[in-house]
């Protein structure tokens, strides 16, 4: 485990695109978790305290992301942001992936009518645009936080269920399957020991690049201002309450939407290193061209 970790690990910086992902994506985690754990102490200022007579300040030293039009420092509200920006997505996909395996598992395993009317009921969710579904459920809630996440994890798990069902039924028709079913192994040991283990890796490649997508989508909803309360700090909510002074300081809306660019890209760009270092077909060619391990490894 721990050689092929080291491996994937390799690969993973082989690549200047995967790399740049990586790095970006755990610079941000690690600024988002440190920002929860110690409660805001990572800002230079106080990111809710207004102060008029600092409003629509330049980026500076002394405010190197410049001022709102409150005169609040705009890094201390980016950075107070990142433990929603973040944490909320990683919530909503680890959900939907959950939802998926239990789900998709049960539908490709048991077959029959069962699967016939999940695989239906999924298909309904996909048949429209998951952002407008959410936006619809989220204008039906209410504004607020909880239900801005809820109403996306209530339709973020369709292309979860639809991809693991499909690697459930190509495990099926494997030999080793067929050998647990007529040892009449139990669901549970077939589950752990064949399912699961076979299942993860393209999960964990599809979550990984969907962190970006949600995080887009709840940035979205805060910008429509039906997630986060303007006055809490959240990226897209501040993209939006300053958006009418775009041509006058474009800085109070330019930096927290590089900041939604940066985690987006670098979530994408790792979830397709994560996805080339784990495809065998690719794997090869990789280590050939970089000569990475000798011939015996």
């Known amino acids: ?6 491996r994937i690990r390799q690969l993973l910086f082989l690549n200047s695109l ?13 600024l988002a978790f440190l920002e929860f754990v110690t409660g805001s102490r990572l800002t230079p200022y106080n990111p809710g305290a207004p102060n008029l007579a600092n409003a629509n300040s330049i980026p500076s030293l002394s405010h190197p992301f410049g001022t709102d039009f409150q005169g609040r420092d705009i890094l201390s509200r980016v950075l107070s942001a990142l433990p ?28 029959g009518l069962l699967e016939e ?15 407008i579904l959410a936006l619809a459920v989220a204008a039906t809630l209410g504004p607020s936080l909880v239900n801005a996440v809820l109403s996306l994890t209530f339709v973020w798990w369709p ?11 190509s495990i099926t028709t494997q030999d080793y399957f067929a050998a647990s079913k007529a040892m009449n192994s139990s669901f549970g040991y077939i589950l752990a020991k064949g399912i699961v283990p076979n299942v ?52 109070e809306a330019l930096f927290p939407a590089l900041i939604v660019l940066l985690i987006v890209a670098g979530f994408s760009f790792l979830g397709e290193g994560i996805r080339e270092s784990l495809d065998i077909k690719v794997r ?9 391990f000798s011939e015996n490894s």
């Not at 485990?1 to 080291?6: A, H, I, Q």
């Not at 940035?219 to 997630?227: E, F, P, R």
């Open 1 to 6: 485990m721990n050689t092929r970790l080291k």
């Open 18 to 30: 995967s790399s740049f992902g990586a790095i970006c994506t755990f610079v941000f985690l690690l």
């Open 84 to 111: 929603v920006d973040i944490g909320l997505p990683l919530l909503i996909v680890s959900a939907s992936a959950v939802i998926g395996i239990i789900v998709g598992t049960v539908a490709g395993y048991f077959g």
């Open 117 to 131: 009317l999940i695989m239906r009921l999924t298909d309904m969710f996909l048949a429209f645009p998951a952002f």
């Open 159 to 169: 292309p979860y269920v639809r991809l693991v069902r499909g690697n459930v039924l």
């Open 200 to 251: 993860l890796p393209a999960v964990l490649v599809y979550a990984t690049m969907d962190v970006g997508t949600s995080l887009l989508s709840l940035s979205t909803l805060g910008y429509l201002g039906i997630g986060v309360p303007p006055s809490s700090p959240e990226l897209g909510s501040m993209v939006s309450s300053i958006s009418y002074n775009l041509y006058t300081y474009p800085w």
């Open 284 to 292: 090869p060619h990789i280590l050939i061209r970089n000569k990475v």
